[in-house]
């Protein structure tokens, strides 16, 4: 519906328009090109409530949504100096938020992790490993997830904090027991 809502805001935008200005007609002309800006903007806003409905709902990301907070989602190098980083800071991986979660593809983490099927074991050193399992669609609390063939991991599943300075983001172990109360 809204795709013909934003399909005719356009029509009326150009075609309107510009036969209104070629006719000489200006009062026409004003009315098309207001006219076409309102029916795109609506469109837009129509777009815009169904996915907060559809969150509010408690539904998973559709894969169009997804795709769109990954597309603007801010790329930075990682690092850290608790574990190797791949490969190495001198690449840039997307820092994803969904769900209130921080999320990062499972690269980052290939020097530390094995992969078995659906299963994703992650040995940082020191640290007692820490399995999780894939699923193949988004939801709230989801620790490991794939989307267009590319698996992403929850920071905080791994047991993980990140810090974003001067353009690199930091992931070190969070601070268990004691020492968190220091």
């Given at each position: 519906?809204?795709?013909?809502q934003?399909?005719?805001g356009?029509f009326?935008?150009?075609?309107?328009?510009?036969f209104?200005?070629?006719?000489?007609?200006?009062?026409?002309?004003?009315?098309?090109?207001?006219?076409?800006?309102v029916?795109?903007?609506?469109s837009?806003?129509?777009?815009?409530?169904q996915?907060?409905?559809?969150k509010?709902?408690?539904?998973?990301?559709?894969?169009?949504?997804?795709?769109?907070?990954?597309?603007?989602?801010?790329?930075?190098a990682v690092?850290?100096?608790?574990?190797?980083?791949?490969?190495?800071?001198?690449?840039?991986?997307?820092?994803?938020?969904?769900?209130?979660?921080?999320?990062?593809?499972?690269?980052?983490?290939?020097?530390?992790?094995t992969?078995?099927e659906?299963?994703?074991t992650?040995?940082?050193?020191?640290?007692?490993?820490?399995?999780l399992?894939?699923?193949?669609?988004?939801?709230?609390?989801?620790?490991?997830?794939e989307?267009?063939?590319?698996?992403?991991?929850?920071?905080?599943?791994?047991?993980?904090?990140?810090?974003?300075?001067?353009?690199?983001?930091?992931?070190n172990?969070?601070?268990?027991?004691?020492?968190?109360?220091?």
């Amino acid at each position: 519906m809204t795709t013909i809502q934003s399909i005719t805001g356009l029509f009326l935008l150009v075609f309107g328009t510009f036969f209104s200005f070629s006719a000489g007609n200006l009062p026409a002309a004003f009315i098309s090109l207001v006219g076409g800006f309102v029916l795109m903007s609506l469109s837009r806003l129509v777009d815009l409530q169904q996915a907060a409905y559809l969150k509010a709902l408690g539904l998973p990301v559709t894969g169009d949504q997804l795709h769109l907070m990954m597309k603007y989602s801010p790329e930075y190098a990682v690092e850290s100096a608790d574990f190797n980083v791949y490969p190495g800071s001198h690449k840039e991986y997307a820092l994803i938020r969904l769900e209130g979660e921080l999320y990062l593809s499972v690269q980052v983490f290939k020097n530390v992790m094995t992969q078995e099927e659906n299963e994703y074991t992650f040995r940082f050193p020191g640290r007692e490993p820490i399995s999780l399992y894939r699923t193949l669609s988004l939801y709230k609390g989801a620790e490991l997830f794939e989307y267009g063939g590319l698996a992403f991991v929850s920071i905080s599943a791994l047991n993980l904090v990140s810090d974003i300075r001067e353009g690199r983001l930091l992931l070190n172990f969070a601070v268990r027991g004691r020492e968190a109360d220091n």
